[in-house]
């Protein structure tokens, strides 16, 4: 698990990409704090992510688990994926050698994240709260006021969820996000994974944009988890959503390689 920084300090993380003031601003509120980073604002409270979670995220957190406690530990075995389950998805790959790839190299870095519980999600959101945290406690007090004060990352309702078909981005934006597509597919070597490229059922997390809006994988991929327990949202390429409905939800149950997680960033203060 060498990548355990990656998320927070490269140009390409999940939040705090590149200059941390080039993030995207949750807007119309009193006072205007920046928005976690790969995430755009639902409103003056809530931002989301424009992917789903990818690989190489959850991967840091087993890396923060396994220095604190150890690999050996019940607090990182009950973190960990069901791979059993990625055999599902990466035909003629054995349980340990997908699990062997996912530590051992960025071959499925960006893949969504998947085989993961509910209460597995809801750990890996405080865990994410809490690291940023630390890391923004640590900037000046003036580059720490442009972020709120308490926030926390959760899974979002059904209607969060759905409000996505609200965010209309213009040209630049659009453009950005394209950007950090590229850069993060260019540094994670996506053109030499033989196992997401050319999958016929799972792809990487910037597989395709949906129109206007900018979301990647919004109707396929992996359906996402809602906090309501065992329901999804958006299709995955188990039960795809054709019709591209936004507010058409989808039942799941325990762990599974159709379901993934897309997180809400919420503004408490």
């Not at 406690?137 to 309702?157: C, I, V």
């Not at 850069?183 to 597989?207: A, G, M, Q, R, W």
């Not at 390429?237 to 993934?260: D, I, L, M, R």
């Amino acid at each position: 698990m060498k990548a355990i920084a990656l998320w927070f300090f490269s140009l390409v993380p999940m939040f705090f990409a590149g200059d941390f003031k080039e993030c995207a601003p949750c807007n119309r509120q009193d006072t205007q704090y920046l928005c976690a980073s790969n995430t755009l604002p639902v409103n003056s409270r809530l931002c989301i992510d424009i992917t789903e979670v990818p690989a190489y995220v959850y991967k840091d957190y087993l890396a923060s688990l396994a220095q604190k406690h150890g690999r050996e530990s019940v607090e990182f075995k009950n973190a960990e994926p069901n791979y059993s389950l990625w055999a599902e998805v990466f035909e003629g790959h054995s349980e340990e050698d997908l699990k062997e790839k996912f530590i051992a190299s960025d071959e499925l870095a960006l893949m969504p994240i998947m085989g993961i519980s509910y209460e597995q999600a809801k750990n890996f959101a405080a865990w994410r709260t809490e690291t940023m945290h630390a890391y923004l406690n640590e900037m000046s007090k003036s580059d720490r006021a442009a972020f709120p004060k308490k926030f926390k990352f959760r899974l979002p309702t059904e209607n969060e969820w759905a409000r996505i078909r609200f965010l209309i981005q213009d040209k630049r934006m659009l453009k950005q996000l394209e950007k950090i597509a590229k850069t993060n597919e260019s540094s994670f070597k996506l053109s030499k994974s033989d196992l997401l490229k050319d999958n016929p059922k799972i792809k990487p997390v910037y597989f395709e944009a949906a129109e206007d809006i900018g979301f990647y994988n919004v109707f396929g991929n992996v359906a996402e988890m809602t906090s309501t327990e065992g329901v999804a949202m958006g299709g995955s390429w188990k039960v795809p959503n054709s019709t591209k409905a936004f507010a058409q939800s989808f039942s799941y149950e325990g762990a599974s390689a159709a379901v993934g997680i897309r997180m809400i960033f919420e503004i408490i203060e």
